[in-house]
T-cell receptor, first 115, second 114 residues
């Protein structure tokens, strides 16, 4: 079974609008971490935001926030006030405490911001 | 120097060649990673080094051979590759392996095997 599922291959958003990128995960480990990365066309993966499984509040970093719904095993990324520079691939990822140093990525969502 | 550098950025090699990919991190981290990124597939973790010791090898074929001489440098030695090995190879580092460990990635090496 896939550890990380991203069901939106591509998304479009109008500049200055908010957009939600979906991510669901599969784990039986009570201790895990969830990450979002951005990959522009240049190829470099850029860390955006982290949510720990025991964190009580949703993580926020500037215009990025993570909508963490533990019971549903979802960790959606919300980008507010989209900018043209937000156009990129976005990857959700997970690490688990019980699988050593493994790190699992989803297949990604391609976001295009329309002027 | 930027955080994580990778050389070369692009590499074309024949199936009988031997080449090496280099990764260097200037962040003072203790863990380093090699990933393979193929089109339409999730990023695949290949190897993990924590304090120079290999801690993960995810069933990677022996034609890929990693080397970590110190916490700042990581190599991936390639020999007798197959065309399906063509991909973007990403190196990453983190303060340590385990726990919260957001990783910082290099720009990748685009490898083409002919």
């Amino acid at each position: 079974a896939q550890k990380i599922t991203q069901t939106q291959p591509g998304m479009f958003v109008q500049e200055k609008e908010a957009v939600t990128l979906d991510c669901t995960y599969d784990t039986s480990d009570p201790s895990y971490g969830l990450f979002w990365y951005k990959q522009p066309s240049s190829g470099e993966m850029i860390f955006l935001i982290y949510q720990g499984s025991y964190d009580q509040q949703n993580a926020t970093e500037g215009r990025y926030s993570l909508n963490f719904q533990k019971a549903r095993k979802s960790a959606n990324l919300v980008i507010s006030a989209s900018q043209l520079g937000d156009s990129a691939m976005y990857f959700c990822a997970m690490s688990e405490s019980n699988t050593g140093n493994q790190f699992y990525f989803g297949t990604g969502t391609s976001l295009t911001v329309i002027p | 120097e930027t955080g994580v550098t990778q050389t070369p950025r692009h590499l074309v090699m024949g199936m009988t060649n031997k080449k090496s990919l280099k990764c260097e991190q200037h962040l003072g981290h203790n863990a380093m990673y090699w990933y393979k990124q193929s089109a339409k597939k999730p990023l695949e973790l290949m190897f993990v080094y924590n304090f120079k010791e290999q801690t993960e090898n995810n069933s990677v074929p022996s034609r890929f051979s990693p080397e970590c001489p110190n916490s700042s440098h990581l190599f991936l030695h390639l020999h007798t590759l197959q065309p399906e090995d063509s991909a973007l190879y990403l190196c990453a580092s983190s303060p340590r392996a385990g726990g919260r460990r957001e990783q910082y990635f290099g720009p990748g090496t685009r490898l083409t095997v002919t």
